[in-house]
């Protein structure tokens, strides 16, 4: 299998050489687009790979090309192998559209900035990874913050620029699998997401969110309106908007740090959890920049890929299911509840009701008597109202 370690490579002069080979691959892609579109409107078929491999492999002798090689041979082939498998996704959707087998459309590869290239890709040749932290690409060393040990062989390096200018560095390793050496815990437990709690047990437990962009709007506006000072095209402008995207950079690693850390606690606490399927749509339509900010969906994903890795079991109920208005003690419905209602009464059997608690009670109880989940009796579902 397939695992792959990211780490940051540390800043120095020597990372200029890696920013111009990012910018040539940026150029070599828009050159192999550009061959692309010109052999099909000659000869109305697609380039192979091959043949543009070959191609470019001869442009680079040519002195208008030279500056080509700055670039290793192997990231020039991974750019044109990306590009084939871009038009055959493309041609393959474009005959599934024809025959109606689908109704998704997917553009072909196009041309970008050259500023806006994210990074290049080496196999075999041109890295070798040194001890400690360092990595060698061509004649020069780099150093990265090894913050854990790579795993497996590695088989790809991948060097990455985000907006920031900031460059990482990807090994993409082959590890053998590992198996799941889990200590269950005998616990089963559903989940319910709320915007005042990001999410309630139906054991009574409750986790809040830190809601990251709530509290950098005051940072955000004041670095807003310092940009929108700046004039258009000035090196302060460029600086200004570097700015911003630290801060927006900061609130996104706050979020994905109290996802993951969340995910794994969960996943050492529970082997069954049931969770509500959410309408994001029409929950960003109503409460737009809190659910975007609280990253529901984000934390779902990542629940999903921690529980794979740890042997923990995630079940989704039916989004139709009235997890809210079903009373967890009768079974009755309660049709004129609302969003404002924290707390109410059923009116068949008079039951007071925290409304997450309730719901979670009920998102348990459902999922429980799905066949991976264990039988559960009301009066045992009811614990935690």
């Not at 082939?77 to 990306?82: K, M, P, T, V």
């Not at 080496?122 to 040990?149: C, H, V």
């Not at 955000?220 to 929108?228: D, F, G, H, I």
Request: proline share 3%; glycine share 8%.
């Amino acid at each position: 299998m397939r695992k792959t370690f990211k780490y940051k490579l540390y800043c120095s002069k020597r990372s200029r050489k890696l920013h111009r080979q990012i910018n040539v691959g940026g150029a070599i892609h828009n050159h192999c687009i550009a061959l692309h579109r010109r052999y099909y409107r000659l000869y109305k078929k697609s380039l192979s790979c091959f043949t543009l491999n070959t191609h470019l492999a001869k442009l680079k002798k040519r002195p208008k090309y030279a500056w080509w090689k700055q670039l290793g041979s192997q990231a020039i082939q991974n750019i044109a192998a990306r590009i084939d498998t871009g038009y055959k996704v493309f041609l393959a959707h474009v005959k599934a559209r024809q025959a109606g087998k689908s109704a998704r459309r997917v553009g072909p590869p196009t041309f970008r900035k050259v500023r806006n290239a994210k990074s290049f890709t080496l196999s075999q040749a041109g890295w070798k990874l040194l001890d400690g932290n360092r990595l060698k690409i061509g004649p020069t060393i780099y150093k990265f913050a090894r913050s854990r040990e790579i795993a497996g062989t590695v088989k790809t390096v991948t060097i990455k620029r985000d907006p920031l200018g900031d460059l990482y560095v990807y090994f993409s390793c082959l590890v053998a699998p590992q198996p799941i050496d889990r200590v269950m815990t005998g616990k089963s437990v559903g989940f319910d997401f709320g915007l005042t709690t990001y999410l309630t047990g139906s054991d009574g437990t409750e986790f809040q969110a830190p809601q990251p962009l709530k509290k950098h709007l005051k940072a955000l506006a004041q670095v807003n309106r310092r940009l929108s000072s700046k004039k258009k095209g000035s090196g302060n402008r460029w600086r200004a908007r570097l700015h911003l995207g630290r801060v927006h950079k900061r609130v996104a690693n706050q979020r994905h740090a109290f996802h993951w850390e969340l995910a794994h606690a969960l996943c050492a606490q529970y082997d069954v959890m049931t969770l509500e399927t959410l309408n994001l749509q029409g929950m960003k339509a109503l409460w737009g920049r809190k659910v975007s900010d609280l990253g529901f969906a984000t934390f779902v994903e990542t629940l999903h890929y921690v529980a794979s890795k740890t042997g923990a079991i995630i079940q989704h109920i039916s989004p139709w299911f009235p997890s809210t208005k079903l009373c967890s003690a009768c079974g009755g419905i309660n049709q004129h509840i609302t969003l404002r209602d924290r707390v109410w009464t059923c009116t068949d059997c008079g039951t007071i009701h925290q409304r997450d608690v309730n719901a979670a009670v009920n998102i348990f109880r459902e999922g429980a008597s799905s066949p991976r989940g264990i039988h559960v009796s009301q009066a045992s579902a009811c614990r935690g109202c």
